[in-house]
């Protein structure tokens, strides 16, 4: 996977859901680029609810000028929120990695998941696998 080299301090993505998902695995913050589909709303996920990317935005002719390219890769390498997000994505990474071990969140909800088809599962209502993120 390209994303986990040491080399790579940002991603710019268009934001679709393998790429977002890819993202959070590697730990590594995003800058954002969305064109359609699922993907402005995977961008604001990243940028306003996980806090781990920036948003590229085009100016009123819809051009992307190096200028902003160059002002949002600052912004998440070196700028004030910088740390912040190098944080947050690395927490990310290993709560998507303690999610898919054995006994995980990911493992118990899919082997809860066959259960249920195969109907021999009790729903227990107060069964939750949320994750809460500090901000």
């Given at each position: 996977?390209?994303?986990?080299?040491?080399?790579?301090?940002?991603?710019?993505s268009h934001c679709g859901w393998n790429s977002t998902l890819e993202t959070i695995a590697a730990g590594v913050?995003?800058?954002?680029?969305?064109?359609?589909?699922?993907?402005?709303?995977?961008a604001k996920l990243i940028v306003d609810?996980?806090?781990?990317?920036?948003?590229?935005?085009p100016n009123q002719d819809g051009i992307v000028t190096n200028e902003e390219v160059e002002k949002s890769i600052e912004e998440i390498t070196v700028g004030p929120r910088?740390?912040?997000v190098k944080k947050t994505a690395a927490e990310l990474k290993?709560?998507?990695?303690?999610?898919?071990?054995?006994?995980?969140?990911?493992?118990?909800?899919?082997?809860w998941f066959v259960d249920e088809i195969k109907?021999?599962?009790?729903?227990?209502?107060?069964r939750s696998t949320a994750v809460q993120l500090n901000h």
């Open positions: 996977m390209v994303l986990t080299h040491p080399s790579i301090s940002c991603f710019l913050p995003v800058i954002a680029y969305p064109q359609w589909t699922d993907q402005p709303t995977n609810v996980l806090r781990i990317g920036v948003r590229l935005r910088a740390e912040e290993q709560l998507a990695q303690k999610a898919v071990v054995k006994g995980g969140s990911s493992d118990s909800n899919i082997q109907g021999n599962s009790i729903t227990d209502p107060s």
